[in-house]
């Protein structure tokens, strides 16, 4: 039962460009939604949030956007750096609850 | 704070042998998370406890798997016996709320030959 989903196992962007990975989610009880970075060898940090009030939060080169009638969220970073090469992991959260997606590799070619 | 530290970071062993993963998490917070991460499925909880009591082990796999935590600064995942299918990255995370604010540690890398 997969609640919180990411179709897209990898993705390429050239330097300079903008990214965007995408992460749907199937329940509506959902009211807080993250982004979180893995680098090899390293846990998951945590990258940026969003309520479910909002639609929009921007933190330097990443923003989160929440669509909520379509059940969908993306980040985008914008410009792309090869340093932001690592796999972003979405997830939502309930009361008692938080739920990951599967992650998305993302590789910045120089 | 250190983080949540956990040991050992490589492990090879081989099918059939016990494994212990062994987890500190950050002073202060009440929950305790166990997670796997594979290719296929991403990042599974695998079970979480709150104040030191287990709370949901529905994601452990099977039998083979036990969990505990003693006191507040240290927790354990067992499998015993190891197969190579439990191959994986076993991430511990602790959190001051079960929604909210979770720390990784920078994971176990198991591999069950």
């Known amino acids: 039962d997969q609640q919180v989903k990411q179709n897209s196992p990898s993705l390429s962007v050239q330097e300079g460009r903008i990214s965007i990975l995408n992460c749907d989610y199937t329940?509506?009880?959902?009211?807080?939604f993250l982004w979180y970075k893995k680098y090899p060898a390293e846990g998951p940090t945590f990258l940026i949030s969003?309520?479910?009030?909002?639609d929009k939060n921007e933190d330097g080169r990443f923003t989160v956007f929440l669509n909520k009638s379509a059940k969908h969220l993306s980040l985008h970073i914008v410009p792309s750096q090869p340093g932001d090469s690592a796999v972003y992991f979405c997830?939502?959260?309930?009361?008692?609850?938080?739920?990951f997606g599967a992650g998305t590799r993302l590789t910045v070619k120089p | 704070d250190a983080g949540v530290i956990q040991s050992p970071r490589h492990e090879v062993t081989e099918m059939g042998q016990e494994v212990t993963l062994r987890c500190k998490p950050i002073?202060?917070?009440?929950?305790l998370f166990w997670y796997r991460q594979t290719m296929m499925r991403g990042l599974e909880l695998l079970i979480y406890?709150?104040?030191?009591?287990?709370?949901?082990d529905s994601g452990m796999p099977e039998d083979r798997f036990s969990a505990k935590m003693p006191n507040a600064s240290f927790s354990t995942l067992k499998i015993q016996p190891s197969e190579p299918r439990d191959s994986a990255v076993y991430f511990c995370a602790s959190s001051p709320r079960r929604d909210y604010g979770y720390t990784f540690g920078s994971g176990t890398r198991l591999t069950v030959v």
């Open positions: 329940n509506s009880m959902f009211d807080y």
């Open positions: 002073s202060g917070h009440d929950y």
């Open positions: 406890f709150n104040n030191n009591v287990p709370i949901d």
């Open positions: 969003i309520s479910s009030i909002k």
């Open positions: 997830a939502a959260s309930a009361h008692n609850d938080m739920r």
